[in-house]
């Protein structure tokens, strides 16, 4: 019975290794253009700390909710070239807003703290709605354009 439960559980582990892997992968390669951005960007030690923050914050919540973990609709596999432009723009939004936010709040505050909590939230509440917001694109770009 032991040997059961020890499989599924490192069946689980293993599923939610690959969907975090994975995102983490797409998040970081799809925001690159953002990343150029950000090396130019004033106050580097604020900017690096809320970005990385971002970035793993954003690659965990993306392999949670796309592994259903928490279920907030359909998320689009890693190689769905489909919805790949919109991804990579929506996560780049991400990553870019709430480094802003998180750089923005750290230097109100003069502490480095706001720069961690602040993109952390930020970032998991602007991708809970991707789902809702991919829908509304797909169904946007089959609609009969009003011309026509």
Request: charged content about 10%; proline content about 7%; overall charge positive.
């Amino acid at each position: 019975m032991a040997e059961g439960s020890n499989r599924t559980w490192i069946q689980r582990l293993d599923r939610f290794l690959d969907y975090t892997f994975f995102a983490a992968m797409e998040v970081n390669v799809l925001v690159i253009p953002v990343l150029w951005l950000l090396l130019v960007a004033a106050h580097p030690a604020e900017v690096s700390l809320s970005a990385m923050t971002t970035l793993s914050v954003a690659s965990l919540a993306v392999g949670i909710l796309r592994g259903r973990y928490v279920d907030v609709g359909w998320w689009p596999k890693p190689g769905h070239l489909a919805t790949l432009p919109v991804r990579a723009a929506y996560y780049g939004v991400v990553v870019g807003v709430a480094t802003y936010v998180g750089v923005a709040v750290q230097l109100a505050t003069g502490s480095p703290w706001p720069g961690i909590g602040v993109p952390a939230v930020l970032s998991v509440l602007v991708l809970l709605p991707f789902p809702w917001f991919l829908s509304r694109f797909e169904r946007l770009a089959k609609a009969q354009p009003a011309w026509a």
